[in-house]
């Protein structure tokens, strides 16, 4: 009877260990402890936290959808080729292949609405799009609020 109970016991003990390591692993759930962030929202000054500096995770924004871009960090790290994206909305910069200061919106200014790029331009953006899919996690949206 004794055995039985501390088996059981055992047991709950571990599953409770294997699901609080499941947990903390999610970096979903990491991000809902930093109280920067809501659920996965990002306005533009939320985002611009993760542009690798203060904040050694990094991430850009394409297309209203906010990617975990830290594994790229030779990419977007301080210093490194792609840095202007840190913790912005990449969006035009890619569609126009430019990382020109100019392809990126003022953090005070509302969303980039994408008008203005041509077709070419719109698909440039999609091809973006896809790599981004294939190599990053989406960690949430972009929005005004
Ligand atoms: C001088 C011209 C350029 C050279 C030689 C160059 C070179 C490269 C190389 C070697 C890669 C790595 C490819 C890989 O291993 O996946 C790369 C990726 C990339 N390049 Fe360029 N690039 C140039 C211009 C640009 C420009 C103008 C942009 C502006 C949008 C840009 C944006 C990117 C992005 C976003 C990536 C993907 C990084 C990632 O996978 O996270 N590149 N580039
Ligand atoms: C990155 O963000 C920090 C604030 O979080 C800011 O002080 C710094 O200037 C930013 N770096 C770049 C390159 O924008």
Same mark, same amino acid.
């Given at each position: 009877? !004794?055995?039985?109970?501390? !088996?059981? *016991?055992?047991?709950? $003990?571990?599953?409770?260990?294997?699901?609080?390591?499941?947990?903390?692993?999610?970096?979903?759930?990491? /991000?809902?402890?930093?109280?920067?962030?809501?659920?996965?929202?990002?306005?533009? /000054?939320?985002?611009?936290?993760?542009?690798?500096?203060?904040?050694?995770?990094?991430?850009?924004?394409?297309?209203?959808?906010?990617?975990?871009?830290?594994?790229?960090? @030779?990419?977007?790290? #301080? *210093?490194?080729?792609?840095?202007?994206?840190?913790?912005?909305?990449?969006?035009?910069?890619?569609?126009?292949?430019?990382?020109?200061?100019?392809?990126?919106?003022?953090?005070?200014? #509302?969303?980039?609405?994408?008008?203005? $790029?041509?077709?070419?331009?719109? =698909?440039?953006?999609?091809?973006? =799009?896809?790599?981004? =899919?294939? %190599?990053? %996690?989406?960690?949430? @949206?972009?929005?005004?609020?």
């Amino acid at each position: 009877m !004794i055995t039985t109970i501390l !088996i059981v *016991g055992l047991i709950l $003990l571990i599953l409770r260990t294997v699901i609080n390591d499941f947990r903390s692993s999610n970096p979903l759930e990491e /991000q809902e402890k930093d109280e920067t962030v809501l659920a996965g929202k990002f306005t533009p /000054q939320t985002l611009a936290k993760y542009n690798g500096s203060d904040n050694p995770r990094i991430f850009i924004a394409v297309k209203g959808r906010v990617f975990d871009v830290t594994q790229g960090k @030779t990419f977007y790290g #301080p *210093g490194g080729p792609y840095a202007n994206f840190a913790g912005r909305d990449a969006s035009r910069g890619l569609a126009l292949n430019s990382f020109e200061e100019s392809c990126l919106t003022p953090l005070d200014e #509302p969303i980039d609405d994408l008008k203005g $790029l041509t077709k070419e331009e719109l =698909e440039s953006l999609e091809n973006w =799009e896809d790599h981004f =899919e294939n %190599k990053y %996690k989406v960690v949430g @949206t972009l929005g005004n609020e």
